[in-house]
């Protein structure tokens, strides 16, 4: 059964704050993604990453940063929080193929920068 | 526990053929549910679900929510080889909480 887990289900911050979210998986997946989803906008990409320390920027990378040192673990930084950075981030993972692999979700963690 | 469970986990049809995905969900607080298509990186918004009964429609997908039963389906008539992707619903619960399915793999062969 495969399990993503999230580092924390909720986080409050302040503006400026640098702020880590992390995300571990444990089946080994390659691919690893994270997503922002907001009411209205759906799901949209941040940053994904096909191995260790390699990464692409998705749809939306601008005001974040991301760390894969090690396979099982997906790192999204905020440098410097802002307020429209409050969102709920969803981390995912999928074994390597064509990006048609199911991905599995995490359970979010809920950002609130105030 | 709170947990969402997607069937058929894989399924390959034919152009032309109807299926029907389908998502349980059992989470605390339920507040809707939404079904996802994802072909390459973020999935694609379909619908949002509230109320039992009333169906969404958009094309050739409709869904539907049955709150007592605690699932909803998603249908695809007329199918065509671009419908071919993974289906994901997902449960929106509490506050903000929300939880994915695995997902329904569908493979539309021409």
């Known amino acids: 059964d495969v399990k993503v887990t999230q580092s924390s289900r909720y986080l409050v911050k302040r503006t400026g704050e640098k702020v880590f979210l992390e995300c571990v998986q444990d089946?080994?997946?390659?691919?690893m993604f994270w997503y922002r989803q907001d009411p209205g906008l759906g799901l949209r990409l941040i940053y994904f990453s096909y191995d260790v320390k390699m990464k692409e920027k998705g749809d939306i990378p601008e005001g974040y940063s991301v760390s894969r040192e090690k396979k099982e673990r997906f790192s999204l930084i905020l440098e410097s929080a802002s307020t429209n950075q409050t969102s709920m981030y969803l981390c995912?993972?999928?074994?390597?193929?064509?990006?048609?692999?199911?991905?599995?979700f995490g359970p979010g963690t809920r950002l609130l920068v105030l | 526990e709170d947990k969402v469970v997607q069937s058929p986990l894989s399924l390959v049809v034919h152009e032309g053929d109807t299926v029907t995905l389908n998502c349980s969900y059992e989470?605390?607080?339920?507040?809707?549910l939404l079904w996802y298509k994802q072909e390459k990186k973020a999935p694609t918004f379909l619908f949002m679900l509230t109320s039992s009964g009333i169906e969404k429609k958009s094309g050739r997908l409709s869904s539907i929510l049955d709150k007592k039963e605690l699932f909803s389906i998603l249908n695809i008539t007329a199918t065509q080889t671009g419908d071919s992707a993974v289906y994901l619903c997902a449960a929106t619960y509490n506050n903000n909480d929300m939880r994915f399915g695995a997902g329904t793999r569908l493979t539309v062969k021409p």
């Open positions: 989470v605390t607080n339920f507040r809707s």
């Open positions: 995912a993972s999928s074994s390597a193929g064509n990006h048609q692999e199911t991905q599995y």
């Open positions: 089946m080994d997946h390659e691919n």
